[in-house]
T-cell receptor, first 114, second 113 residues
């Protein structure tokens, strides 16, 4: 039990639509990161939030955006969905004061784009 | 640019064998390295975290070593069991103004009775 919960677990969208994925972290985990994992590959870093501000971004276009809220929940939004966005999206968190500490992952949201 | 390679890509062994999973990374400037387990279609479960100043870390039948200068880490699994079947991922934590994990593609392990 990592204390990181994600919803929905599975969803299907069509190309061009928009999607919002949600994550709830443990109390005190001020840093949240989002990763994309395509089938058969390792996760790729999308972005990271610390105390509601984005403080790091991987090689993903601006149609991938996020929000972090004071209650340790966060969102990943993807606009104008493309077929290649089909993947497992993973949320991870760590205590904010330990920016080199252990990262805890949720079970992920499996997105299929048709 | 940090690149992570895991060898072998897949491994199938009989129950009871001791296993060695290898991870190499190209940039030795890391804060720490985490090993994860991933069951099919599931999220990541953290197994071990080794700080850059440490040489090894143990948890039960698992032992991970780290040689930062040569860019290598190894995960040893003793007396493997069918329940160990999963994909194992290694991920060094790097900095570029913020900290992020860089993952390898993983080693897919199957332990058969």
């Amino acid at each position: 039990e990592t204390g990181v919960t994600q919803s929905p677990t599975h969803l299907i969208k069509t190309r061009g639509q928009q999607v919002t994925l949600r994550c709830s972290s443990q109390s005190g985990h001020n840093t949240v990161s989002w990763y994309q994992q395509a089938l058969g590959q390792g996760p790729q870093f999308i972005f990271q939030y610390y105390r509601e501000e984005e403080n790091g971004r991987g090689n993903f276009p601006p149609r991938f955006s996020g929000l972090q809220f004071p209650n340790y929940s966060s969102e990943l939004n993807v606009n104008a969905l493309e077929l290649d966005d089909s993947a497992l999206y993973l949320c991870a968190s760590r205590p904010g004061s330990a920016n080199t500490g252990e990262l805890f992952f949720g079970e992920g949201s499996r997105l299929t784009v048709l | 640019k940090q690149e992570v390679t895991q060898i072998p890509a897949a491994l199938s062994v009989p129950e009871g064998e001791n296993l060695v999973l290898n991870c190499s990374f190209t940039d030795s400037a890391i804060y720490n390295l985490q090993w994860f387990r991933q069951d099919p279609g599931k999220g990541l479960t953290s197994l071990l975290l080794i700080q850059s100043s440490q040489r090894e870390q143990t948890s039960g039948r698992l032992n991970a070593s780290l040689d930062k200068s040569s860019g290598r880490s190894t995960l040893y699994i003793a007396a493997s069991q069918p329940g160990d079947s999963a994909t194992y991922l290694c991920a060094p934590l790097i900095s570029g103004g913020y900290n992020k994990l860089i993952f390898g593609a993983g080693t897919r392990l199957a332990v058969h009775p």
